[in-house]
């Protein structure tokens, strides 16, 4: 017999203006966390002792919104816990605007996996997206709430979907919920600020959705080793009349599944996969702490005396990679940066390689700048591939030869 543990749900009670008489009220809710009961290990990094509400000050218009508001809770979990997670580095608006929602949040969650030391999940995938828009449209539409609301488990529902019931391994989490639910007219962020709040604001649940993500015990038999799991969101809007019966004028009930595939799953062609490497060191994508030991992090050098650092792109799929050149430094911190040699080729191979050369020349003692590489390519999941770049200190020319200016690299 199937067996799950369930803990109480949080409501949080949000204004979309300090003038609340006047503002539409928004309301988001979680479900209850839910697992399947085995022998109940730690499958997950360590939680923080307290949550991190959504930063008002980053306001929720887009990507500086997600930006500001998941670094302020880094920021805050570094703190709680002793921990160094990197700040977030977003795609630009127009790349994440192109986006689906499961884009989004495997962009998220992935980002919240691997910065945590956890392997990603495998990327995003068309059955278990479709049993997630199934029950979130089921859960608005009959004005339901709950895992089980159709009769089955999370469990139950990914196994009647045929190819997932012919092949999957036992995995003890499933499913997160969410719905915002509003007297306006719109829901702005629906799927990053349900991310969110799994994530960082989840205490209230014994920080059981923030499991769900970070949860390790997946059976890495199949597909790209370092990958396992699959993940599916579905989001569907409308008017909703909530548990206590109140009318809404308007919600989005977000679905979040994930399953882990049996060894003979039958993976579509990959298509192609990028990876930046510097020193034969792999640079995750969106990697925001330079280093010396990928050669993000540029070392000393001399006022007005160049070094530089050549990065390999690598395609790890089975199709072309397909670059748009020129590569880009962005950022407000880029003087002294610049791409010396671009790659050779447009379209790279699967299996094959090209590289490109950056350059930094500090132009005054003591100097120290960042700035951003965008890589903008055809990979599903991973474009634009970005990762900063630190550029050395100025180093002083004295009496005695060269004197370093040493300044705290933070």
Known sequence: MRKYIQYSCVSILLLSSPAAALAAQEVFQTSEPIYRQRVMLASYPTDPPNDTDWLASCDKVGVASIQCAFNNARTAENTMLNTALPMLSLPDQATWDAMSDGEKALWLINRERLDRGVDALHGIESNVTGVAQYYAQYL??????????????????????????????????????????????????????????????????????????????????????????????????????????????????????VFDPCASWSYPPQGPEIDSQGNNTSISNGDSTPSATDHTHFGYTAVNTPVSRTFTLANTGDADLTLTLPIGLTGGECQGFSITTQPATSVVAAQGTTTFTVQYTPSNPGDSNTCTVSITNDDSDENPYTFVIRGAEGIEQGAEGLIPTYRLLL
């Open 140 to 257: 608005l539409t009959n004005n339901k709430w709950g895992h089980s609301e159709d009769g089955r488990d999370p469990w139950e529902r990914l196994a009647d979907n045929p190819a997932i019931g012919a092949c999957s391994d036992f995995l003890n989490i499933a499913e997160n919920l969410a719905v915002f639910m509003t007297t306006g007219n719109s829901i702005p962020l629906p799927v990053e600020r349900s991310v969110y709040g799994w994530m960082y604001d989840d205490s209230t649940s014994d920080w059981g959705h923030r499991h769900a993500i970070l949860w390790y015990p997946y059976d890495d038999n199949s597909g790209t080793a370092g990958k396992e799991g699959f993940l599916g969101i579905g989001r569907y809007s409308g008017p909703y009349t909530d548990w206590n019966s109140k009318d809404w004028n308007f919600a989005q009930m977000i679905v979040m599944n």
